[in-house]
């Protein structure tokens, strides 16, 4: 099985600014991925995390808005940028290993004021 | 667009009562269902997964059905126990992709 670590856990950031959450996984995965979960709501995918290269983006998402990198099999960052009060989710790494079992983090709680 | 409904949103039991959470999809081309679990402030964990040609899983206390042609399946929770008090996701692969959608989810509180 594998383990997903997320960093920070929780921040409250200022309206305007950026924050990258960091994810990494302790064994090999094929595929990974970042959800948003805003209040009340289920898990929407942002984007595929694509090793060496730029990441798939989902309807509504866009890299400017939510740059994304996966420099290895492992590790992968997602930023946000130019928060606003909407942006306040949680953000949710996910991995899938050469087995196809899904594995989530512990997500990323952000708060903007 | 595939839909995952999940119904009641909430659900609250005394203990030792069998749990019943429904999930629906509208598009019965899955590959396949998974049920998860999100405890309050944590991620989540993977309960059961039902293949799209399987018709139940067991873990457990855990039972989860799938009628892929009606679009439905059913996660029962047997003699339910405070430490079952969380939110269940339900979660559909299509046939095509490898991406999940998700249900809104049922909240579980299971009364001492």
């Known amino acids: 099985s594998a383990v997903i670590s997320q960093k920070p856990s929780r921040d409250i950031c200022q309206r305007g600014t950026s924050l990258t959450i960091q994810c990494q996984v302790d064994?090999?995965?094929?595929?990974m991925f970042w959800y948003r979960q805003q209040p009340g709501q289920s898990l929407t995918l942002i984007a595929t995390?694509?090793?060496?290269?730029?990441?798939?983006?989902e309807s509504g998402f866009v890299i400017d808005k939510f740059p994304i990198s996966r420099p290895n099999l492992t590790f992968s960052t997602l930023t946000v940028s130019n928060m606003s009060p909407e942006d306040s989710s949680i953000y949710l790494c996910?991995?899938?290993?050469?087995?196809?079992?899904?594995?989530f983090g512990e997500g990323s709680w952000l708060t903007v004021v | 667009k595939q839909e995952v409904t999940q119904i009641p949103a909430a659900l609250s039991v005394p203990e030792g009562e069998n749990l019943v959470l429904n999930c629906s999809f509208t598009d019965s081309a899955i590959y396949n269902l998974q049920w998860f679990r999100q405890d309050p402030g944590k991620g989540l964990t993977s309960l059961l997964l039902i293949q799209s040609s399987q018709r139940e899983q067991t873990s457990g206390r855990l039972n989860a059905s799938l009628d892929k042609s009606s679009g439905r399946s059913t996660l029962y929770i047997a003699a339910s126990q405070p430490g079952d008090s969380a939110t269940y996701l339900c979660?559909?692969?299509?046939?095509?992709?490898?991406?999940?959608?998700f249900g809104a989810g049922t909240t579980v509180t299971v009364r001492a």
């Open positions: 995390a694509n090793q060496g290269s730029e990441a798939t983006y």
């Open positions: 996910s991995a899938r290993d050469i087995g196809n079992t899904i594995y």
């Open positions: 979660a559909v692969r299509p046939g095509n992709d490898y991406k999940l959608s």
């Open positions: 064994s090999q995965v094929t595929m």
